[in-house]
């Protein structure tokens, strides 16, 4: 009975190992840092320079294998970034140091830090989310680190972790169509073991996660993206879905050009602005940016605009909202591309005019160009390794990315006959009665 | 909910039915690990089909009515059957990953029906994978009894995270079970017995059940005795190693 055996680790495509190219900004826009395969690059916005990073701990490249996760803590002290390589680095943003590095035993696919700054949590690829304990990293010494067990989703790819705005909670999202809302213990070393809901409504693999939150609604509530072309808002106490949006409808973009039946309109990432009243949204396959208006007193999301990105092929691969500038910070971008000279591809664009809801009624948001980008050249030179691209790049990036990505994430749909000749050869069917 | 957002279902150049949503929404749920239907949510699940008798009509679905005792691994079916006259007032599912043995219990819960009418009208079976979809069938708080009764022992180490008993996994059994609630543990297999023991020992918000209120409690009787595989281990003359404890409110 091996294939209804509860293992389904989803790893059995070793041969595609293609990453998106990720972006995280400092909470007050001092500083950018886009990741690519297994380069992390950093620009200090503030100081207008690009940054090196040291680390200590290991000679040659930082990072060895793709980098699946960066973020930036609430406070903006610390960087962390994680992935393929198994290894959890986390970076003062200060010195631009490598403060400790934690050893995780399966390849990590999703951090978060604490709002108070004092854990650092991340998922393996078995499902299970591991703390780790910052005391004692003030930024100075390197710390060699020990992970602990947080929880666990039974052998599923956590897709996103994120932490509620009033750090009760700590909310963890899989490829089982799942949102685990778990209460964040006083003393999470011994385990988060009290689930305070479970919010369920996807019909594929939950990708991404965001909070909104309002000053009447402080706690915050939950957004979710899939695979199914939704996008979800959630009462993380109770796990009721309030309201859901289809992109399906819109998404024409690769229909098109007749491939329908691969098309599925994912939702590869999501972020809320600062005043909780809008939620940028980044389609596969859309060169767009489906803004939508956020009302919790309404508890709804629905279509304000989508923003046309203009130019060459820019089809987001990750998005974040810069809170204090209201600038909506995109990178496009993929590793490990086959058959191209530059087999690792990142592009930085900017679109302004999201910082409230005023903000954005008054002044359209709008793409900047590249010029205007803070940091200008010396800013895109730094994180995209280079200034200009073949456009041909980006669309085969945009195809492999989708294709790892359901490689990754969907699960296999057998036929009939198929499932038949799987049934037959099963062991287990010899029953006595 | 959003259904008036345009009709994405068909599309627009063909106008035939879009091959991802035929798949999602043909079948009460698309959530298909292997090949056995996975209810979206407990909301999902349609009771009404499990105990007709309970729910006359499918618009009673919304009754008040739930299923409070789960057999995680439930075999053959024996448990429920000797429970189910025991508490006929109370709903109580099977939940079994062989299909095979799923339509068996089916059919002998259909035959049970026939011979006495009017009862074993509270039990059924699902077929699911207990170990990943437990949340998708019940709500917080929902249950007040759960039975692991002589689960597959996975003996090598690298196996223990197959056991359904785990650290891990008894969060999820603590969210389903009401405050209060019971969870049945019993194995002949010496070594499992420590680790489910050693495990429920270990979780916040479990507790032990005294000896007083083992013997108290009928259904502990019933834990050696009901199921095909105790019959078995009995009939052999081995030992059985439980482990009973009660779902408790965390102390923060
Ligand atoms: C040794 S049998 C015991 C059956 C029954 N409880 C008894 O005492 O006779 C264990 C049962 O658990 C089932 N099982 C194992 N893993 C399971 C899972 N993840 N979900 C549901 N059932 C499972 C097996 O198919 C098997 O029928």
Known sequence: MEDDAPMDFGESNKDIEVAPALIAVHPNQESVAVAVGSDLRVFDVHGDCAISLVDDSSKGSLHKDSIRAIR?????????????????????????????????????????????????????????????????????????????????????????????????????????????????????????????SFCLGHTEFVS????????????????????????RLWDIYSGSLLDTYEVGGKAGLLESNGREEECCSVITDLCTNQDGTLVAVAVQGLQEIILLKCSLSARSISLAKVVPIGGETFIPTRLEVSFSTGLLWMVTGVS?????????????????????????????????????????????????GSISFDEKVFMAAAEALKTAMSNLLIKKQYSVEKREFRKKTRNDRKIKQ | MLENK????????????????????????????????????????????????????????????????ADIGCGFGGLLISLSTLFPESLMIGMELRDKVTEYVKERISALRVANPGQYQNISVVRTNSMKYIPNYFEKGQLSKMFFLFPDPHFKEKNHRRRVISLHLLDEYAYVLGVGGIIYTITDVEELGDWMKA?????????????????????????????????????????????????IQPSS
């Not at chain 1, 991404?208 to 996008?231: I, K, N, R």
């Not at chain 1, 690792?344 to 010029?371: H, M, T, W, Y």
Request: hydrophobic fraction near 35%; include cysteine.
């Open chain 1, 336 to 384: 490990n591309l086959r058959g191209f000279e530059y087999p690792s591809l990142a592009r930085v664009r900017v679109i302004s005019g999201l910082k409230s809801n005023a903000d954005f009624l008054q002044n359209e948001p709008f793409v900047l160009e590249d010029n205007e980008i803070p940091g200008g050249r010396k800013l895109l030179e730094k994180l995209q």
């Open chain 2, 199 to 247: 495990c429920l020992e270990s979780h916040p918000m479990f507790e032990a059940l005294t000896v007083e209120e083992l013997e108290a409690d009928p259904v502990v009787k019933l834990l050696s005795s009901a199921t095909e595989e105790g019959q078995k281990v009995a009939r052999n003359g081995g030992q059985t190693f439980q482990a009973v404890y009660r779902r």
């Open chain 2, 6 to 69: 345009a009709n994405p279902t068909f599309s627009k150049s063909t106008g035939l039915p879009r091959k991802r949503f035929y798949r999602a929404r043909a079948h009460s749920n698309p959530l298909s690990d292997s090949h056995f239907p996975i209810p979206i949510s407990p909301h999902h699940v349609d009771y009404s089909l499990h105990y007709p008798q309970f729910f006359p009509s499918s618009d009673q679905v919304h009754s008040t009515k739930k299923v409070e005792f």
């Open chain 1, 208 to 231: 991404c996660l965001a909070f909104v939150c309002t000053l009447e609604y402080p706690q915050g509530f939950l957004v979710s993206g899939g695979g199914d072309s939704t996008v």
């Open chain 1, 72 to 196: 930036y803590g609430a406070s903006g002290k610390l960087l962390v970034s994680a992935g393929d390589d198994k290894l959890v680095k986390i970076w003062s943003t200060e010195s631009w140091r490598c403060v400790s590095t934690v050893c995780s035993e399966k390849r990590v696919t999703a951090v978060a830090i604490t709002n108070d700054g004092l854990y650092v949590c991340f998922a393996d690829k078995f499902g299970v989310v591991w703390v780790v304990d910052l005391d004692g990293t003030d930024g100075q010494a390197v710390a060699k680190k020990k992970a602990a067990q947080l929880l666990s989703h039974y052998c599923s790819i956590i897709t996103s972790l994120e932490f509620s705005p009033d750090g009760k909670f700590i909310v963890s999202a899989d490829r089982d169509f799942k949102i685990r809302v778990t209460v964040f213990p006083n003393k999470p070393l011994d385990g988060a073991h009290e689930i305070q």
